[in-house]
Nanobody
Framework: QVQLVESGGGLVQAGGSLRLSCAASGRTFNNYNMGWFRQAPGKEREFVATISRSGYSTYYADSVKGRFTISTDNAKTTVYLQMTSLKPEDTAAYYC???????????????????WGQGTQVTVSS
């Protein structure tokens, strides 16, 4: 398993931006697909975005497409989620997850991911 630590959450006004980071402890993501999920109070955890091992392919939930961007650094030690045009309905705890080593090219189901971070809270005020 991969040890993951998220950061970058906070309070932002609607229309604002935040960038979340997820760092792997002591290793790289070279052979892992990475994903972001979120969970609002009283709701199930839902898929947000995923990026392939190569970093060349991405996939997004319809609710965030065009507003959020998932990416990794060149060293494949950190995965980012750039969030723009934030809405109050984006308020949730955001979780980073790892799928691998190897496996599916663009996993999107919770059960596809075996390693999870502790989460970082994003609150969007109206």
């Amino acid at each position: 398993q991969v040890q993951l630590v998220e950061s970058g959450g906070g309070l932002v006004q609607a229309g604002g931006s935040l960038r979340l980071s997820c760092a792997a402890s002591g290793r790289t993501f070279n052979n892992y697909n990475m994903g972001w999920f979120r969970q609002a109070p009283g709701k199930e955890r839902e898929f947000v975005a995923t990026i392939s091992r190569s970093g060349y392919s991405t996939y997004y939930a319809d609710s965030v497409k065009g507003r959020f961007t998932i990416s990794t650094d060149n060293a494949k030690t950190t995965v980012y989620l750039q969030m723009t045009s934030l809405k109050p309905e984006d308020t949730a705890a955001y979780y980073c997850a790892a799928h691998g080593p190897g496996g599916l090219r663009l996993p999107i189901a919770l059960s596809d991911f075996g390693s999870w971070g502790q989460g970082t809270q994003v609150t969007v005020s109206s």
